[in-house]
Antibody, heavy 123, light 107 residues
Framework: EVQLVESGGGLVKPGGSLRLSCAASGFTFSSYSMNWVRQAPGKGLEWVSSISSSSSYIYYADSVKGRFTISRDNAKNSLYLQMNSLRAEDTAVYYC????????????????WGQGTLVTVSS | DIQMTQSPSSLSASVGDRVTITCRASQGISNYLAWYQQKPGKVPKLLIYAASTLQSGVPSRFSGSGSGTDFTLTISSLQPEDVATYYCQKYNSASSTFGPGTKVDIK
């Protein structure tokens, strides 16, 4: 069974940093692209970042480019999101998601989702 | 950047009704289009990928069609458990944008 467990969320002040982690199990982690998707309270889904299976392709939404860094450790079956210079508008539930089998380069739909971790940016 | 729009933004239909949701891309995206269902308070769930391929385990009353810029998600016979918000997402390039969502409830 595919399992994705996010951690690292919490309350942080504007301008601060946070590192999210996602522990994956139940599949061959090194074979799949991974995504981060967020959802602000009461709002829709927003794609944040994607990384291909071997980290050859890395993409970011314009809203986080230059502030967030996605990475993965295939030996540890883990995905990360380093978030710097956080703003109030980054407040959201952050989901880790596994890509599917029909992708375009490093871009892939999200076939499986974790439960999410809440990031709150407030003074 | 390619923009994704959905219509309607919300709809109310009766149990057993056929429901159609439209998603439009501002430029052609071939068939790199997925549909998700998010029930209130729950994690999003993949319904369809590659515009028309049903994800394993998804009821057959859900179907997708389209290519290029215009796509549809159809629920052939609306059920009470289908109350949710539905999102399309394109994934053909470096930006995997979601549509704004369509909220479906029961009349």
């Amino acid at each position: 069974e595919v399992q994705l467990v996010e951690s690292g969320g919490g309350l942080v002040k504007p301008g601060g940093s946070l590192r999210l982690s996602c522990a994956a199990s139940g599949f061959t982690f090194s074979s799949y692209s991974m995504n981060w998707v967020r959802q602000a309270p009461g709002k829709g889904l927003e794609w944040v970042s994607s990384i291909s299976s071997s980290s050859s392709y890395i993409y970011y939404a314009d809203s986080v480019k230059g502030r967030f860094t996605i990475s993965r450790d295939n030996a540890k079956n883990s995905l990360y999101l380093q978030m710097n210079s956080l703003r109030a508008e980054d407040t959201a539930v952050y989901y880790c998601a596994r890509g599917g089998g029909y992708c375009s380069g490093g871009s892939c739909y999200s076939a499986y989702w974790g439960q999410g971790t809440l990031v709150t940016v407030s003074s | 950047d390619i923009q994704m729009t959905q219509s309607p933004s919300s709809l109310s239909a009766s149990v057993g009704d056929r429901v159609t949701i439209t998603c439009r891309a501002s430029q052609g995206i071939s068939n790199y289009l997925a549909w998700y269902q998010q029930k209130p308070g729950k994690v999003p769930k993949l319904l369809i990928y590659a515009a028309s391929t049903l994800q394993s385990g998804v009821p057959s009353r859900f179907s997708g069609s389209g290519s290029g810029t215009d796509f549809t998600l159809t629920i052939s016979s609306l059920q009470p458990e289908d109350v949710a918000t539905y999102y399309c997402q394109k994934y053909n390039s470096a930006s995997s944008t979601f549509g704004p969502g369509t909220k479906v409830d029961i009349k």
